[in-house]
């Protein structure tokens, strides 16, 4: 390059000087040929003119020729070397006495030169001839090299519409340079010079100022001026130092630069979306170069208002570079890039080097607001792929994601779908990235410990790491890539999360946990991710609270709307009733209940309906199987299929929050009906949650004592309205069919209204009132039918029991009292029986054994407003017969019953005991109290009575009914316990043995 700008202008001198001496020695007015011949000659190349020469001393010497054009040489692609329309040139006569030359002017017009590096790597100009005249002559004597130049001034030369070209034969470049219009005058020719001008190349004009002292010919040194001004651009370019055209061609001295408005420059030259830099920009600095390097040092730039300054140095061989730059406090982003980055201001202290394939960037501050990055880089291009590889690492204290988002300018383009934005991932260049940052602000919500690897290559990315310290409490681990960025396929996720607090968790990312469980709190999630963004395979395990849920199958539109499909769901826990607690707060109250939890489905979804099937499950001991289907389309969710389980134990009813209760009353001893059952409104907003259509069944529910065999029922919810249709069931060795419906509005304190139909056919009636009573107090047989209709409306409990109405029938056939005799209890308490046979005998040989046979029960009963009417409940066998009349009030929980007890005699011995009645009255908390307050009620007024009885027989003479028993009544004769103990008579009154019979009694039934 050195050698190629000192030859071209040492050519353009000769040449000039050719020309100018030219008429010295040639006639070209009358031998054009010779002149032809002589520059051939002297230059090897080929002159031809073409217009006329003029040549004329007088008043001063003037020379001019038109038309002249000089052949390029051979290997050339252009045909001339150089041509040009007209040369005028005009020499001072005085000078030329003295042996000099002074050119007044010389004017060119249109001269055009086309230059060419050949495949050599030659210049096509240089013939051997040109070569010889360049070719450094040894000195004689004192005289210097430049004595062979002549002694030529040049006052004024004047270039006209020139053209300048350039071709490159190895890399085919083709450079035009037209519209030269040049000034150039010089003392000598070895100057000094001056010169100005302007060109135009590829769209773009440039002036020029050239200033030199005169060349140093022995040191081969120049110290030139120059100033260019380039248009459109408002580009400013100056230099003032030295040129060393020596041997080692070298320059060096103050260089600046100046744009006016970089932003419209830059957008002349075709970088877009620039116009926040609308100011000015300017640098100057030392810049030495030579052929092996060039320096630009301690050179300064302004934006604007704000500076920077730092160091350039460029090696060529082998290429090199090391760069510094750093600015002079903070950089107001607002003027220089307003729009272009989303900070406010910032600093830096920039410094990088590399070569022709690599690039570092060295450990470098950048602060941005109230950012500070801590950044360091490299890169380089595979020379295998040829793609660029970038190698970023970024660390800082601080990321405020929302500030940085802020400072970004807002867009009205729609929102981008998730594959649009995987595949803006896709980047030019390979990218490995590590990121780690100490907090993290994202939508004003907290990130600590945040660090990032990645890795993107050409259409594919590797997440290799992905952590964070503490997010709402929480740790994060995630991995992954993806193989096709382009139509996001080929990914595989993994991701672990341990949180101590799941519900800090959903509020961070805005998700609503109020339905969640309360004591849900510690939680760990792992989770893989493969395949596709349209269908991936989703493995997921989920431990909380002893429990854990996996699935395993494939998800469509993971990131947009999830379809589920083949699904397989399992849910485990160790303790089944901790679980049913932790996902609905009610306590289950049974131990049976207490073994593990595993149950299993397969899920798939088709829109909003999510099918669970082959559902399979233990749940603790209790098996179950079926299929149901979820459909979240509608207003409300709705749930419907069908399940069966094995043989479901329950010890005991299901309560909320953990409190017992006995779904109607409490332990009050109040009868208050305002203590007893609530006045608080029923919340039925349950039954507008969720629509339901069940199928059940089971092998047998054991609910205490109550068994129920091979049950199956329809359980129905639909818009507030329960239907529980036909169940049926095997029932202590009889059957039971039940349907009930629930009616409620979704309002608040509004009625809730309710039916239900009831029948039990054939059962053991000793079973059933075991279950009644909650214990066997005596040993029943027999067969027994129950229909019983209710129905009621209310907003709250104590309004339902109010409100209740119905009525029921019970039938009975042969029915055994094992081990009380109501005939001899009939008789103890009758005024008609002897003194020995007393209540205490009669209970004292009851626990002794005894029976009571009854061929039929006959019972129907009555509800109204809660009070249940016993129209009648007759007890009828062939010796006695018990008739209860009476009525139980729910409200105020209290019975008011009479039972008429009848001993039968036969037809030849008609009963010796007249019928009579036992009225109970009181509280329902204390069965056995009730009664045995009613039993002794109802014998002190036998007692009084008898009493009465007697005072009127024997002071007023009237008849007497006491109805003394005869000495040979069968009822002495009997063989009983009680009997055999008092074998010897006993003086004891009928009332005290009565006494002491009752207080046996109250004794037993008080236990």
Known sequence: MKRTVSVVFAILILCLAGIMLAPAFIDFSVYKEQAVREVEARTGLTLQIDGDVEFSILPAPRFSVSDVSLRAPKGSKREYLAQFARLDVHVALAPLFQGQVSVSSVTLVKPVIALEMLESGQMNVLTQEIQAILAPKEA???????????????????????????????????????????????????????????????????????????YDAENKILSPKIKLALQPGDLILEYGGVVNMAEEFSVQGQTSLRIENIGQTLSRYGVQNVNGLNTSLETKGLLSADATKLDYKNFDVQLGQDKASGSVRIDFAPFKYNISLKSSGDINFEDVAKGLLPFKKGSFDLAFFGNATEMTLKKTTLKLDKHVFNVSANYK?????????????????????????????????????????????????????????????????????????????????????????????????????????????????????????????????????????????????KAKFSGAIDLMDVTANISAMGGEVIARGKVSKALEKPVINDLVLQIKHRNMSDAVKILTGAVLNDKSLEKSLDIYARVNQTGQRYGLKEIKGDLSGISVQGDIELNLGGSVPKLKGALVFDTVNLASIMTSNGKKSSGSHNNTKSGSSSARWSKAPIDTSVLHAVNID????????????????????????????????????????????????????????????????????NANLGR????????????????????????SAGASPAALIHDLGGQGEVTGRDIVLDGVDVERFARALSEDSKAGDTILGLWNGAKKGGTSRFDTLDGAFTIKEGVVHLNKMDLNGARTAVETRGIINLPNWTLATKHKIIVKGTEDAPSDVPPFEISFNGSLDNPAQTFGQGLLQDYLNRKIQRKFNEFLSKKLGLPSNDNTAPTNSPQQNQNTPQNAENKQPQEMDIEDAAEDAIRGILEGLLR
Do not use: C
């Open 694 to 761: 069940l199928a059940l069944r089971a092998k047998k529910i054991e609910y205490g004592a109550w068994p129920l065999i091979n049950p199956s029922l329809t359980l129905n919810l639909n818009n507030g309205v329960l239907k529980i249709d036909d169940l049926k069931a095997g029932l202590f060795g009889g059957d039971i069919n039940f349907s009930a419906m629930v009616q409620s509005v979704a309002k608040q304190r509004q009625p809730v209204h309710f039916e239900s139909k009831m029948s039990v056919k």
């Open 768 to 791: 059933l009132s075991a279950a009644l009573l909650g214990k066997k107090l005596l040993k029943v047989s027999g067969t027994g039918d129950l229909n019983m209709n209710l129905k």
């Open 140 to 214: 004689k004597g004192s005289s210097s090299s430049s004595s062979s130049l002549p002694d030529i001034s040049l006052e004024k030369i004047r270039i006209k519409d020139g053209s300048f070209s350039y071709i490159d034969h190895k890399s085919v470049s083709d450079i035009t340079i037209q519209n030269i219009n040049m000034d150039l005058s010089a003392q000598s020719l070895l100057g000094p010079y001056q010169a100005q001008g302007s060109l135009f190349y590829d769209g773009y004009a440039l002036n020029f100022e050239f200033e030199s002292d005169a």
């Open 381 to 525: 291009v595979n020379n295998k792929t040829s793609r660029p590889e970038i190698g970023l690492n970024i660390k800082s204290t601080l990321i405020n994601y929302d500030e940085i988002a802020a400072g970004f300018p807002k867009t009205s383009s729609s929102k981008q779908s998730v594959p649009e934005m995987i595949s803006s991932l896709a980047l030019p260049v390979d990218l490995s990235l590590d990121l780690s940052a100490d907090k993290v602000i994202w939508q004003k919500r907290g990130i600590s410990g945040l660090g990032v690897s990645a890795k993107f290559s050409r259409n594919a990315l590797i997440l290799s790491g992905l952590s964070v310290k503490n997010i709402a409490g929480a740790s994060l681990k995630a991995s992954g890539a993806i193989k096709n960025i382009s139509n996001a396929s080929g990914i595989t996720a993994y991701v672990d999360m341990n949180s101590p607090d799941i519900h800090k968790v959903a509020q961070w990312f805005s998700i609503n946990s109020d339905e969640w469980p309360k004591n849900l709190k510690k939680a760990n999630v």
